[in-house]
């Protein structure tokens, strides 16, 4: 069925932390199938241990 | 592919935390970087998505010694199964994302700070847990060795970066300067006592947007030092456990300073596991191991269709990593875009069924949450008393009503019981709503006719220690819901169809990256360009900082816009006004005196910027002196004054980091080093001087640095109150300034002066008004949020790219046009958008079409217009209104409504908030 | 006074923040008094000044409007 001419309409994004969400976001809202791949029980990576974020010092939850 | 098992049944789990609280096994919790525990059946943290437990297989009791199963048994959902097995999964996709991130630098290398043998010397990251509300302390500002408040704190900077002794990391990590002044102003404002704060740094590179004010305000209002030094080492005092910290200050003279705590800014690292990834996907790394990729491709890996983002690419912050993820998902897409939509399936929905002429018909539905509800508010009771309230035909306990099983039984009960408004009493509206309102879809009932109570976060978490309080509170809460529910009436979701184009201003390298980025997807793109030429500013560029030929890279570029066919350019062309919404925006556009009307989904602005013409330095009174672009022209036709020059002197922030300008224009470091670079290799004999304020390559361009020094050119640091002098003087011109370092004034005679002048907006309030956009206090467009929603406007179908968002180089342009593109492709790709419900409504009979509301609104969502009886009326253009209801309240005569939020709905709350 | 005043208190919250910042309180287990009850709003601007006046009427104590 994968012949070059029709190429597979999914995406496999790996690391689920602020950059591969965004990704499979973009990807899944403009009707691809994504595969978010993350090795730890949870999405969010490292910028949910931060506590605030400049310049607004928002919450980064 | 290799799935982990979590031995907790996905679809089991209720997220009770039943597991974690029986399990007997502590083990150190790395979301709090190992300053707390948790237990070995967790979550990471309380907002964790998916919300589901899992059990660590290496700590666990029964996977370890074979007996235990605590949770086994008490799991009140029988989620819990050890027999779960590894999965080994094959994927079959057309494109791969490689966003894997980073891993901190580990300070145990730099045995002179002694990291694990002093408590009190922490990493960054374990100082961000120590200041969260959900960390180690709960917020409250403690040392690891007492648990006391400290009072005085002292940051470390470039610990693993821009060192090549101690580590072998040559780069700069782009973010530990803005994240050591963002933590020393945070904890000075959780400290109840003045918190003294010192950052020891060599270079205070706050580069991005909005980051010297940020700096400045650290260094001016609120008292952080900021003290030019590295330091060496670190000396306990063994009986307080206090730091000591000994530095050379900026007068030559050596300081003691004694600190409560010593944070130390680590960098950024690619991993092992990283590099054997890389490894097996087969994509190529670089020296410092971070992906491979070129300034004009900057998300292209060596690999065809494998793409990277974030700080795997290269040490970058928060939004350049989500710009980078959105031109990542854009480049995909691309590759991609015969498939689009050949994988995903389109919900449906039973018919929605008519309910205006029944009366209510109240299904209540009251969650335990586990213990969470359960624990402190009696649920029954509650459920009792939801009984006894007009309109409720149906109540019913849940132990989660969240859960998968619950939404099927309330389906069936709606349809059984034939009810017509649900209430929940639950946690709240904002995360669960959508949950619910799914369901009433699915059962038949428009989705407007649910309504929540918010029985969790607002109650029996905030009252835990008053049970029978939270109760009352409780009760009170559901009265009011249902209250509500009885008026709440369901509403249309119209749609709006999508004309799949979008328009690009600007025509430079940002307008052509995200018109390519587009087109390549399928979609049309018109670019309308000022000036007579595609290019912008990167028509004057020489090289980029790693020394790709920028007329070659950009000639390609512009033909490959002019020849797609699906890319329509106007030059020498002006935006006269531009109307619409998301989906449905009309533009005319003015080319050579003619006007013509194109009709577009989307906007993508990439207005650019353009250099500063400085007034000092004698600049425009002697022709040796130049700008970075005009150097740059001059430089590609090996002009006479570059070819004979034999001292060069590049004076950088000329215009940039001063009172009237105070923003970074971020890319005049590693321009002025380039260039001088350059200058070294046409004639070695050169003498080069820069002089400078912070030498701000960040990231690899550092690397452009440190050869720079080893090629002689003399780089010399100079304050804002001591701004070099610049005079004719006989043939040559005279530089004067003072060496801060032999605290002497020295005297340079040169041929060529470069000035690295600011990057500064266009005028770009015509375009800011024509679309309602705001613009910064500096004049760059501001975009919808700073850290996660860099591309996109508050106004939805509008998208920003390049430097029309602020100065940055030709990699992160491109980065970010493609992100718009991705960003815009999103809302083009769909055949019609639904509008939310929640809308503003204007009675035409009671408008005096007076115009409050369309001041008020502020979404420009509210027009006058003339009908054809001649009167004049208010009309609110749905795809743009937010609900707000601003219109509503101004509005004297009321025929401005609200739908969801219409009077009678809200002030029947109120009363039912005041009847218990 | 022989008995303690303890007002009744109705909020107006605004959706995108305050609601928010309440359910944050929540998440984050600050513990407040029991006496206010919080209606949620999709703007601070969307609070009639006639709400205020209705809620004083019906004895709310304090009104707070927040966004």
Known sequence: MNTKSSPVGSVCVIGGGIAGMQSALDLADAGYFVYLIEKTPAIGGVMAQLDKTFPTNDCAM | MLKHPRFVDMDKCIACGTCAEKCPRKVDDEYNEGLAKRKAAYVPYAQAVPLKFAIDKDNCIYFQKGKCRACEKFCPAGAINFEEKEERLTLNVGALIVAPGFEEFDPVQYDTYNYTSFANVVTSTEFERILSSTGPYQGHLARPSDNKAPQKIAWLQCVGSRDVNRCDNPYCSSVCCMYAVKEAVIAKEHSDVELDTAVFFMDMRTYGKDFEKYYNRAKDEQGVRFIRSRIHSIEEDPETKDLILQYVDEKGLLQTEIFDLVVLSVGLTTPKSLIDLSEKIGIELDEDNFAQTICFRPVETSKPGVYVCGAFQEPKDIPYSVMEASAAACEAKATLAEARGTLVKEKTYPPERDVSSEPARIGVFVCNCGTNIGGIVNVPEVAEYARTLPGVVYVEENLFTCSQDTQDKMKEVIQRENLNRVVVAACTPRTHEPLFQETLRDAGLNKYLFEMANIRNQCSWVHSKEKEAATTKAKDLVRMAVARAQLIRPLPQPTISVEPKALIIGGGISGMAAALGLAEQGFKAYIVEQSEQLGGNALMLAETWRGDQVAAQLGEMIMQVKEHPLIEVFTGATIKESSGFIGNFKTVITQDGKDSEVEHGAVIIAVGAEEYKPNEYLYGQDQRVMTHLEFDSAFKQTDERIKGAKTAVFIQCVGSRIPERPYCSKVCCTHSIRSALALKEMNPDMDVFVLYRDIRTYGQREKIYRKARSKGIVFIRYDLDNKPQVLQEGEGISIECLDPILDRKIKIQADLLVLASAIVPRNNEHIAQLFKLSLNEDGFFMEAHAKLRPVDFATDGIFLAGMAHYPKPIEESIAQAKAAASRASVALAKDQITVEGVVSHVNEVMCRGCGKCVEACPFGAVNLVEREDGKTVARVQEALCKGCGACAVVCPTGAATVFHFEDAEVLTMVEAALKG | ?67
Do not use: H, T
């Not at chain 3, 009744?8 to 984050?28: H, M, P, Q, R, T």
């Not at chain 3, 969307?46 to 104590?61: C, Q, S, Y």
């Open chain 3, 1 to 67: 006074m022989s008995e303690e005043f303890d007002p009744k208190i109705v909020v107006f919250a605004c959706n995108w923040c305050a609601y928010s910042a309440a359910d944050l309180a929540g998440v984050s287990r600050l513990q407040y008094p029991p006496n206010l009850r919080i209606i949620r709003v999709m703007c601070s601007g969307r609070v009639n000044p006639n709400f205020i006046l209705k809620a004083f009427e019906g004895g709310a104590d304090g009104v707070m409007v927040a966004g």
